[in-house]
């Protein structure tokens, strides 16, 4: 079955430090996708990173940094010296190419607070 | 930019009463989909929909929900008798192609059934 966690509630730094947000998924298909959507304070859900099964290379956007790792099915999310503004809801997704509806499974959020 | 949109951004109803949240999706995206957050919750998916007609529903998508696209813009969720629980924000979101692409998501309806 289909599955997204996020272990860490609520993270909480000061601002400039490094952060990992981590998600760990389970599925049965092969081929499937991973996302990251951030959702501020405002409520919209805004993506940030999609990512498919056959690519294992890491991500840099930025300050936004990802680690795909297909061995312990995880793909954690790092912001480097983290700003104010990054306070949010981080959500991780899984859509799994078997599904025809390519419909977004997501994890529980973590809920990152960066303090000035 | 183009982007989805969706009216009313906030929508309050008693229960038992019928209630349509609107969306416009992307314009030339093919896949539309329905989701809700219950306060302080995980997304969840509702619906998809595909050349005009449901793709795939959850267990949450029962027989007082239903969807529509009346024309070639809208993208409509129906609640036919709502209910307390039903209280959430309702996201609506599109995929352009057969490719498993991102998902642009609406800025939401919040629905308070009281």
């Known amino acids: 079955a289909q599955k997204v966690t996020q272990a860490q509630t609520e993270i909480s730094v000061v601002e400039k430090e490094d952060v990992t947000l981590d998600c760990v998924y389970e599925t049965r298909d092969t081929t499937y996708y991973l996302f990251w959507y951030k959702q501020p304070p405002s409520g919209e859900l805004v993506f940030l990173i999609r990512r498919n099964s056959f690519d294992e290379q890491n991500e840099i956007s930025g300050r936004y940094s990802w680690n795909f790792q297909k061995s312990t099915s995880s793909f954690n999310f790092t912001i480097t010296a983290s700003q104010v503004v990054d306070s949010a809801v981080y959500f991780c997704?899984?859509?799994?190419?078997?599904?025809?509806?390519?419909?977004?499974?997501f994890g529980s959020g973590t809920r990152l607070l960066v303090r000035p | 930019e183009p982007e989805v949109t969706q009216t009313p951004s906030h929508q309050v109803t008693q229960m038992g009463q019928e209630v349509i949240l609107r969306c416009v999706p992307i314009?030339?995206?093919?896949?539309f989909y329905w989701y809700r957050q219950i306060l302080g919750q995980k997304v969840e998916f509702l619906v998809s929909f595909y050349n005009n007609e449901i793709s795939e529903k959850s267990e949450i998508f029962d027989d007082q929900f239903s969807v529509e696209r009346p024309d070639g813009s809208n993208f409509t969720l129906k609640i036919r008798s709502t209910k307390l629980e039903d209280s959430a924000m309702y996201f609506c979101?599109?995929?352009?192609?057969?490719?498993?692409?991102?998902?642009?998501f609406g800025p939401g309806t919040r629905l308070t059934v009281t």
């Open positions: 314009s030339n995206h093919l896949y």
């Open positions: 979101a599109s995929r352009a192609g057969t490719q498993v692409g991102e998902q642009y």
């Open positions: 997704a899984l859509s799994e190419v078997v599904d025809s509806s390519y419909k977004l499974i």
